[in-house]
Every structure is written in structure tokens, then in C-alpha cells.
């Protein structure tokens, strides 16, 4: 008997059934030429501090070598249920004492007395007399930048403060390497800035934004020519 067009040998149909995955290497590659990657390297960090500290918190911020985006923490209890064990959800933590900011040292060593005038308005190193909480919390600003240095993404550490200064090594081994010293914080919580044209006022002041006007146009144009080109190589392949 004639096969016809319709018959289907068993590999045929095993292959015809097998699943794919949502999205491919090209649509991975479109995205990226789109939307670029978030780099590293391109950040900014702004220290707010409590008022009575006589420094240039601007030189401060500037000094910042490495900081980190806060993170979450969902705390758990194991509960038990028949046979089963559920991880119900309890808390949520905000690392709220693990934020590490490295610093570059002037020659001045402008941040190192920057941080011990901070440390030293909440605990007098003297009588040891702690001040009130509300008079040594400052707020500090992590941003996150593009290529263009226009703000994509911003967190505020609220009610932070400095607990750790770490020890600041010198030697002779280190050759003419810069001077680095560590600063830990604590803080309450942190906040996420939103997106698009609202942005917080410290970001105003600063007058770093989520995308200026020419650079969305920029973007647009980008975006289309990109789209141009996949769909071309679609085509051709």
C-alpha cells in the first residue's frame, strides 16, 4: 500500500512531541542588544549622615570603591502536617547589619576622620554615654548606573549608622598600592526608588535621573534598528 503524505513514521511523531524551551538563544541575544547588561562598575553611593559631623559628605560619597545591594531574607518555621513538612513563612530580614562599603583613602584620610566624628557622636569614647538613636541615623543611597551615568536603579538604607570601622593595613610590601579602609553599617530597612520620571529628591538634587529625554530617543532608535536586524537574520536563516 502507497504511503501517504499524512503517515508519520513512530521517530517522526517522538521527535514532533518533544518539548522546547520557552525562548531561544537568539531571543536571549535580541534582549541583550536591547536592553545591555547592568555593569558592575557603574554605580554610585551617596552618605547622608546625621547633622553635627563637619565633613564634605559629597567627597565622602565620591571616595566609595565597592558597596553592595542590600538583600532579603524570608525567615521560616518548619511545621508539621501529617507526614508533611511545610517551611511556613515568619519574618522577613532585611541583612539590616551587613552592609560593608570600602573605601578609597585620600591624604588627608578625610573619610577615615569622617566616619570616627560619626562613631563618636553615638557613644562618647570618654564617659561612654550613648546618645539617642534619632541623632546619629543618616540615610545613604545606592545607585545603580547605565552607560550613560543615568540612574537604573536606586536603594535608600534607612536609620543607618556606622558599627564597624574596620582596621585600615599599611606596609611596605604593599608597594605604592592605595590605602583601602572598610565601614560596616547597620540600618532599619531599605527601600527600592521607583522607576521612570519620579525620582527620589536626593537623586534630583544630585541631578542624576532614570533617563533623560535624548536618551530615551537614543534608545528607541536603537531598539528599532535591532529589532530590524533580528528580524532580517530570521529571514535568512
Given at each position: 500500500m502507497a504511503k501517504t503524505d499524512t503517515d508519520t513514521s513512530p521517530a517522526e511523531s517522538d521527535a514532533s512531541k518533544k518539548k522546547k524551551t520557552v525562548f531561544s538563544l537568539n531571543d536571549m541575544v535580541s534582549h541583550v542588544r536591547r536592553n545591555d547588561l547592568t555593569r558592575a562598575n557603574r554605580f554610585a553611593c551617596y552618605i547622608n549622615g546625621p547633622r553635627g559631623i563637619d565633613a564634605d559628605e559629597r567627597e565622602m560619597s565620591m571616595m566609595v570603591e565597592e558597596v553592595a545591594v542590600p538583600g532579603l531574607n524570608l525567615t521560616y518555621t518548619p511545621v508539621k502536617i501529617g507526614p508533611w513538612t511545610e517551611n511556613r513563612v515568619s519574618n522577613m530580614e532585611f541583612y539590616g547589619d551587613t552592609a560593608a562599603i570600602t573605601f578609597l583613602t585620600d591624604t588627608d584620610w578625610n573619610a577615615r576622620q569622617y566616619f570616627e566624628s560619626w562613631m563618636k557622636e553615638i557613644v562618647d569614647p570618654v564617659t561612654k554615654e550613648v546618645k539617642f538613636y534619632g541623632d546619629y541615623t543618616g540615610e545613604i543611597t545606592i545607585y545603580s548606573l547605565n552607560r550613560q551615568d543615568e540612574i537604573i536603579g536606586e536603594w535608600t538604607l534607612?536609620?543607618?549608622?556606622?558599627?564597624?570601622?574596620?582596621?585600615?593595613?599599611?606596609?611596605?610590601?604593599?608597594?605604592?598600592?592605595?590605602?583601602?579602609?572598610?565601614v560596616t553599617f547597620?540600618?532599619?530597612?531599605?527601600?527600592?526608588?521607583?522607576?521612570?520620571?519620579r525620582r527620589s529628591l536626593l537623586g534630583q538634587i544630585l541631578n542624576l535621573r532614570f533617563g533623560t529625554l535624548e536618551g530615551q530617543l537614543k534608545n528607541s532608535i536603537k531598539n528599532t534598528i535591532d529589532d530590524l536586524v533580528d528580524d532580517t537574520i530570521d529571514k535568512i536563516f
Amino acid at each position: 500500500m502507497a504511503k501517504t503524505d499524512t503517515d508519520t513514521s513512530p521517530a517522526e511523531s517522538d521527535a514532533s512531541k518533544k518539548k522546547k524551551t520557552v525562548f531561544s538563544l537568539n531571543d536571549m541575544v535580541s534582549h541583550v542588544r536591547r536592553n545591555d547588561l547592568t555593569r558592575a562598575n557603574r554605580f554610585a553611593c551617596y552618605i547622608n549622615g546625621p547633622r553635627g559631623i563637619d565633613a564634605d559628605e559629597r567627597e565622602m560619597s565620591m571616595m566609595v570603591e565597592e558597596v553592595a545591594v542590600p538583600g532579603l531574607n524570608l525567615t521560616y518555621t518548619p511545621v508539621k502536617i501529617g507526614p508533611w513538612t511545610e517551611n511556613r513563612v515568619s519574618n522577613m530580614e532585611f541583612y539590616g547589619d551587613t552592609a560593608a562599603i570600602t573605601f578609597l583613602t585620600d591624604t588627608d584620610w578625610n573619610a577615615r576622620q569622617y566616619f570616627e566624628s560619626w562613631m563618636k557622636e553615638i557613644v562618647d569614647p570618654v564617659t561612654k554615654e550613648v546618645k539617642f538613636y534619632g541623632d546619629y541615623t543618616g540615610e545613604i543611597t545606592i545607585y545603580s548606573l547605565n552607560r550613560q551615568d543615568e540612574i537604573i536603579g536606586e536603594w535608600t538604607l534607612h536609620e543607618a549608622f556606622p558599627r564597624i570601622l574596620s582596621l585600615t593595613p599599611l606596609g611596605h610590601s604593599a608597594g605604592e598600592g592605595v590605602a583601602r579602609m572598610t565601614v560596616t553599617f547597620s540600618f532599619l530597612k531599605w527601600k527600592p526608588g521607583e522607576k521612570g520620571d519620579r525620582r527620589s529628591l536626593l537623586g534630583q538634587i544630585l541631578n542624576l535621573r532614570f533617563g533623560t529625554l535624548e536618551g530615551q530617543l537614543k534608545n528607541s532608535i536603537k531598539n528599532t534598528i535591532d529589532d530590524l536586524v533580528d528580524d532580517t537574520i530570521d529571514k535568512i536563516f
